[in-house]
């Protein structure tokens, strides 16, 4: 981790010319951003456009079928599985469902990804303590099952989770989606914070303008698997791109329109 | 693939389409097997440092523990009828005095390995078909490959070994309890001493006669680890999804034992005759 911090380089994501299809279905074509260390990309576009499938292929869950992906400077396509993990140690990934472990509580699922490091049982478990505090999960949550919380505080507990192993690198898969307003501010504000007090890099796929307005540095909008836009939220909302300037403008618009 | 193999359903009648449904289903076999293949192999490669040990006892308790009362009351069911169905054949040839080597023979070497093997198929493979689709489909097996635990050694590695460990072990319980209801059973009709019966059972037997049925279920336990993770871990498809993988894991590892149980009944014979 120190080591990762000392290099200023050693956190960036750089994808280019990457695309991948589903059988006759182009979903990304061409992609080409560069995420630098510590700072925040929000991956913004229509349902269906691929951004999910951007963050599978950026931690390796799927093989894009041409292009190139560098994390932390390091070619990830073609990896094997087993050098993969060398890389993921360095990524931390929310899932838009979540996906905590069912069998397992929540203290257990934040522990997992743990469970091959050199930390005690004690540093350990101090270690989850820390971080679902550090999410505003209250103890008295600790020992329940991920069914028996609430949707917001499964994606706080799937957030500790991905922070469990102090990632230099987070991926968000939609992490406001289906909250409440309060809720996705709370997830927004931690976001925010995590960047400030970690300086870790992210790439936030959302639906949530406002929220990638506060937490972003940069907003990546994607539209039939192209990268039709890029820039700061400003600059987008200003910007010659008709379909940037509308979907930053209005969503609905957008959606109504087309 | 998934459709034609893991639902076992025929494919669709289209007029002049006999020919191509035919190739694509037995594509789709050798894809299978195929994919099954890789699947062992990185297995195998999974079978490294760290081991999950907490893990693999936990899965040779839902293995092993919780099939036992079913295994258990299995093999005292087939005692039973065995000795009912055969007392009274052997009456007539008047071969009474063999009814408890019939019994000891041929539950240790067939009834009781077959039998386990059908129960674990079916209650094991179901299960591991079920929870595995279950996590394949919420995501929670792609949590874990990004949290750097490798799902092969944590999910199917622990699984496959819990199986090939519990299955012999599970066949001695199914194998002791039908002896001994073959002999509650004999004795209701004729009374005689379980000692005699023993004494009777196993008079005469050798090494081949028992160890190696015992030790076949050892692939027994490998079929039904494998198949069923395999299914698990490859179902897509939702809900619907996890109930076919859940069916064929179940038709799929019953199947296979059978057929393994002819190929090693093989061997067993042209090693020890």
């Known amino acids: 981790m120190s080591q990762t911090r000392s290099n200023p380089n050693a956190a960036s994501v750089e994808i280019r010319d990457l695309r991948k299809s589903f059988g006759d279905q182009k979903v990304l074509n061409g992609i080409t951003f560069i995420v630098s260390h510590g700072r925040t990309v929000a991956v913004l576009g229509r349902s269906g456009t691929g951004k999910s499938v951007l963050l599978k292929l950026l931690v390796g869950l799927q093989a894009p079928d041409s292009g190139s992906i560098r994390v932390a400077g390091e070619e990830i396509t073609g990896l094997d599985p087993y050098a993969l993990n060398r890389i993921r140690k360095q990524m931390g990934f929310l899932f838009q469902q979540a996906a905590l472990y069912d069998s397992l509580t929540v203290a257990q699922n934040v522990a997992f990804p743990l469970r091959n490091t050199t930390l005690s049982e004690n540093d350990r478990q101090e270690k989850v303590r820390e971080l679902l505090s550090s999410v505003g999960l209250k103890e008295e949550h600790f ?89 700061t939220f400003d600059d987008l909302r200003k910007s010659k791109n008709e379909f940037a300037a509308r979907f930053l403008g209005n969503g609905d618009h957008v959606s109504n329109g087309r | 693939m998934t459709g034609s193999i893991s639902t076992l359903a025929p494919p669709a009648a289209r007029p002049g389409g006999g020919k191509n ?72 040839f008047g071969a009474k005095s063999m009814l408890p080597a019939i019994i000891a023979y041929s539950v240790i070497k067939e009834s009781g390995p077959v039998i386990t093997g059908l129960i674990v198929s079916g209650r094991v493979g179901a299960g591991i078909g079920a929870e595995l689709g279950s996590m394949r489909v919420t995501e929670q097996i792609d949590a874990m490959e990004v949290s750097a635990v490798d799902p092969f050694r944590f999910l199917v590695a622990t699984r496959v070994l819990a199986c090939v460990l519990m299955m012999p072990l599970l066949t001695l ?47 027994f336990g490998f079929i039904i680890g494998i198949v069923a993770c395999f299914q698990g871990m490859r179902t897509s498809g939702g809900t619907e999804g996890v109930g076919r993988a859940a069916t064929s894991s179940v038709v799929l590892s019953s199947l296979f034992v059978i057929l393994a149980d002819v190929i090693f009944v093989r061997l067993i014979l042209m090693i020890y005759s």
């Open chain 1, 143 to 231: 020992a329940k099952m991920p069914a028996e919380i609430s949707g917001g505080m499964q994606k706080r507990v799937g957030l500790a989770r991905a922070l469990a192993l102090d990632p230099a690198i987070l991926l968000l898969d939609e992490p406001t989606a289906g909250l409440d307003p309060i809720s996705a501010a709370e997830i927004g504000n931690l976001i925010t914070e995590l960047k400030r007090r970690r300086g870790i890099t992210a790439v936030v796929v959302t639906h949530d303008i406002q929220g990638a307005k506060t937490f972003s540095d940069t907003l990546v909008l994607l539209n039939d698997g192209h990268l039709v836009a890029q820039g």
């Open chain 2, 173 to 219: 319980c199914a194998d002791a309890c039908a002896i001994v209801s073959g002999w509650i059973a004999d004795t209701l009709a004729e009374p005689i001493s379980l000692r005699h019966f023993l004494d009777n059972g196993f008079k005469g037997a050798r090494f081949s006669d028992f160890i190696p049925p015992t030790l076949k279920t050892l692939g």
């Open chain 2, 21 to 92: 449904d035919l190739k694509i289903v037995v594509v789709s076999v050798f894809e299978w097997f195929g994919e099954l293949g890789i699947f062992c192999a990185r297995l195998f490669r999974a079978f490294t440092s760290p081991y999950e040990v907490s893990e693999l006892i936990h899965q040779c308790d839902e293995t092993g523990s919780k099939s036992l009362p079913l295994v258990a009351l299995a093999g005292a069911a087939t005692g039973v009828v065995l000795s009912l169905q055969t007392r009274d054949s052997l009456i007539h």
